[in-house]
């Protein structure tokens, strides 16, 4: 077999394991790559004391990267938590008082009977059993009003522990987390700086799985549907396209004008219908990339 045989064979299969050209492409539909970003805003006031999210870092869900200044919050939750040892304190000598009057009225009970055996005997004089009854009565009311203090003062420490509660969640949203796993793209504050509430701080974006918007035709609907294998290209260097499988998991019931940075192979369609194409992502998409779709 001579050279020019030999090279009429294998030459056009080096091209297809190079890639494809752009003459070779024939997609359908035209879009460009979206993914999902999150922005991270502080939920509290105060000068960030540690912050070490970068750009282009990948961070993991809940992943801590920073907390803003929590000193007068920990001051205020001490004072709070003083507060309440004070009042159990005194709720503590109150229920000694409760005790102690409880040991009273078992001993006043026990009298009251022995003198009413006294009284039927005639041992003893009426004036006597009413002066126990009394005393009785007496414990009791005392005893009455002292549960109504220990009451109150249990009631106390309930607003305070709410307190409390409030100042832990507050500082809980000074630290500042990730809220979803993916590579950070943006990034608004450095450490050392004072933070307003809501001031953004960062956005992040999973970048893992990436969509493709695109754009079809009302003729082109009737041979997609969601959950469909379609073939994404993407462009290397403008003569040769990557292929990439991707997913339909959305497509649009409302039509709507084309944008006019997509293309579509029926040039005179004015309306068409948004679809998104989820892609798994080998490190070469970005968002807003262009792509292409074959049905």
Known sequence: MNIKKITAIVLPILLMMVGCSEKDVKWDVQGQFEGTEVMVASEMAGKIMVFTAEEGQVLAQNQVCGYIDTTQLYLKKQQLQATITSVLTRNSGTKAQINVIDEQIINAKREQKRMEQL?????????????????????????????????????????????????????????????????????????????????????????????????????????VKIGQKVTVYIDIDGKEYKKLEGTITWISDKSEFTPKTIQTRDERANLVYAIKIKVKNDGTLRIGMPGEVKF
Do not use: H, R, W
Request: net charge neutral.
């Open 119 to 223: 009284v039927k005997e005639k041992a003893g004089t009426q004036k006597q059993l009413d002066d126990i009854t009394g005393q009785m009565d007496v414990l009791t009311k005392q005893k009455e009003a002292t549960m109504t203090n220990f009451a109150q003062l249990n009631a106390e420490t309930a607003p305070l522990q709410s307190q409390i509660d409030q100042i832990n969640d507050q500082i809980q949203k000074c630290i500042i987390k990730s809220p979803i796993s993916g590579t950070v793209i943006s990034k608004y504050a450095e450490q050392g700086e004072l933070s307003a509430f809501s001031k953004a701080l960062f956005k992040i974006a999973n970048l893992s799985e990436i969509t493709l918007k695109a754009y079809a035709t009302s003729t082109q609907l009737s041979s």
